[in-house]
């Protein structure tokens, strides 16, 4: 009969196993707890559609004047305005934040030049804003960043 006896050999790879086992659990917790809020839902949409944006990126190019959207602190509003003597004939603007799956605000506009996206105090922080419109049977999209303090 033999008997083993515990050394410090045993004892290094217990440890050695422990921390794997460990480590392998807090990936396998942490992937089931993520939340992709990164993906656009229609995302099968957009890409069908890429080359229509490629173009409509490509008239906003073409532009002398770029649209501004900026953040007004004292009305708590992106304020978004198309380049001068261009009004929208109909358009969609979006505001959305990246790392989140919820939030996102979108507001249709039709015949105007500027106008207002009204905020919630909790809108705060990184926001990726989509502009879409139609001026004279042409599409443009123009896209931008701002941070909201």
């Known amino acids: 009969m033999s008997t083993t006896t515990f050394h410090w050999g045993h004892g290094i ?6 921390f ?8 396998v917790i942490a992937a089931r707890n993520h939340n992709p809020g990164l993906v656009q839902k229609n995302y099968y949409d957009l890409d ?3 080359q ?3 173009e409509q990126k490509q008239n906003t190019a073409g532009l002398t004047e770029m649209p501004q959207i900026v953040y ?6 992106i304020q978004v305005q198309l380049p001068a003597n261009m009004t929208a004939s109909e358009g969609k603007v979006k505001a959305f934040r990246p790392a989140m799956a919820t939030g996102e ?3 249709v506009f039709q015949g105007v030049n500027t106008f207002q996206i009204p905020l919630k105090p909790t809108d705060r922080g990184y926001f990726r ?3 879409e419109w139609l001026t004279n049977n042409k599409d443009y999209y123009f896209e931008t960043v701002i941070i909201i303090p």
């Open 48 to 50: 069908i559609n890429y």
């Open 72 to 77: 007004q602190r004292e009305a708590m509003a």
């Open 20 to 27: 794997a086992i460990s480590m392998v659990g807090a990936v």
């Open 13 to 18: 790879a217990l440890v050695y196993a422990a």
């Open 105 to 107: 605000i979108t507001q």
């Open 52 to 54: 229509k944006r490629i």
């Open 129 to 131: 804003v989509e502009l």
